[in-house]
Structures are given as structure tokens and as C-alpha cells.
């Protein structure tokens, strides 16, 4: 059993954070393991608290995983302050966990702010320079570069500058796109640029898509996948997540984790 450990906030709604890690993890059979950086009463109709751990209550987390289970991935996603990032860093490199996948968690969809700003250098100083993938949403990437991000050119060149910062493979995902019928996710390995375009699916229903797509990734980098195949899987899982929706709550909604795996199922049953 390969297993992937997400060190992030909890969403008590269940729509993103290590709630919606665990479930990916499950959905593409790794067993799951968590360290939580901070708890938020989060709903569909936004983010009403967050409550920070400690750095010691991170690292205890992570020694006890460390010094017991191990790890064959390692997802960061809100990580809420420079003290927080630290802590992890150091960790990381004293347990040698590789295939590390950062997701840069900085505003909730509904805007409100899960990334202090003086933790976003603590971030390209401590924590990049470990990622074996980065996957920011445009407004991250460009919050990261200094860039504004409008054209694709400007997407690569984003990816150039992330890339400049130690990371090993960079993803910059396609949601806030400003083309309303494709969003295109962009991969780069640092000696090629991949492009996986979707169909833009409309619906109000997106919370949690980053912390989704990212925790597929770690899943498959877990299982031993290329990074490429990883993005190919990932950007499957959440268009299915997404496409095969549920109705839940009154504001933006989550998405079906189940779907990739009820999708596979139909499929090899012959329906």
C-alpha cells in the first residue's frame, strides 16, 4: 500500500483541504495520512474563522509520521504563516521525503485570505526550493512573480520564473482562465511546456478544485507515476469531480470526489 501524507488546513465543510486530500488519496487507493496547520469553519458560503496550530503542533505531526510510517508523496496546501512554512521545510529535509507537491493555498473562493503576506517570501526561500511539482492557480502564480497574467505567453513565462526558483516541475492551472470555454492547465519540466486542455465545464459548484487536483497528483507520484502521467490522471479526477457535480449547501459547493472511481468502475463493467 503506497502511502501520501497532506499537511494543510481542515475544511469543516468538507469541500477542500485535508478533507478533500483524504478522500483523493482514497479515491486512487494510497492510504492517506495528515498533519493539520490550521482549522477553519469554512462552509459553502465562505470562510467564517481559521484557527492556526502552533509550528510545534505541525512538527509533532510530522515527527510521528515520520518516525513510525513514512511516506512515498508529501502534499502542502494552507500553510498560513512564515513560522508554519519553516517548521515544514526543515522537516521534510530531515526525513529525505521526496516527491513533494506544493500547492500554494492563498485566498478561499470566496476571497477570504488563508496566506499571511510575509509568509509568501518564507515560501520561495524554504519550501519551493523542495517541490518536486508547484501547482498555483493563475492569481497564485501571479502573486509569486509579480507577473499579471492574461495571454498564454504570459502563462510561460510565469512558469520560467517559478521554475527559476528551485522548483523541478511547475503546473499552473487552467481554472481563472480568461478563454470561457477551455481551461488549460500548463506543464513545465524546465526543458519542455505541455499543454492539457478541458472542455470549461458552467458551474458554480468549485470549491476544493485545487486541493483536489493536487492531492491526485501526490497520489500518483505516490503510486510511482511520471509527473506528466500524474497531471494526465489529476486533470481527469477533478473533470469528472467537477462534470459529475452534487448539490451541497447554498453558496459554491464541492465537487463529487467519487466520480473518477464510479466512472472507472462503469467503464470496466462495460456500461
Known sequence: MKKALTIAGSDSGGGAGIQADLKTFQELEVFGMSALTAITAQNTLGVHGVYPMTAEAVIKQMEAIGDDIGTDAVKTGMLFNSEIIEAVSEQIRHFKWRNLV??????????????QQEAISAMKRHLLPLAEVLTPNIPE???????????????????????????????????????????????????????????????????????????????????????????????????????????????????????????????????
Do not use: W
Not at 103 to 114: C, E, R, T, W
Not at 251 to 269: D, M, V
Open 141 to 271: 502564480a501571479e502573486v509569486l512573480t509579480g507577473l499579471t497574467i492574461r495571454t498564454f505567453d504570459d502563462k510561460r513565462e510565469a512558469a520560467l520564473r517559478l521554475y527559476g526558483l528551485g522548483v523541478r516541475n511547475v503546473v499552473i492551472k487552467g481554472g481563472h482562465d480568461e478563454n470561457a470555454a477551455e481551461s488549460n492547465d500548463l506543464l513545465f519540466n524546465g526543458s519542455e511546456f505541455c499543454t492539457f486542455p478541458s472542455k470549461r465545464i458552467p458551474t458554480k459548484n468549485t470549491h476544493g478544485t485545487g486541493c483536489t487536483f493536487s492531492a491526485a497528483l501526490t497520489a500518483e507520484l505516490a503510486k510511482g507515476s511520471t509527473v506528466y502521467d500524474a497531471v494526465v490522471t489529476a486533470k481527469a479526477f477533478i473533470h469528472a469531480a467537477i462534470e459529475d457535480g452534487i448539490e451541497i449547501g447554498h453558496g459554491q459547493g464541492p465537487t463529487n470526489h467519487g466520480a473518477f472511481r464510479k466512472r472507472k468502475e462503469l467503464k470496466e463493467s462495460g456500461q
Open 102 to 115: 506544493v500547492d500554494p493555498v492563498m485566498i478561499a473562493k470566496g476571497g477570504a485570505s488563508l496566506l
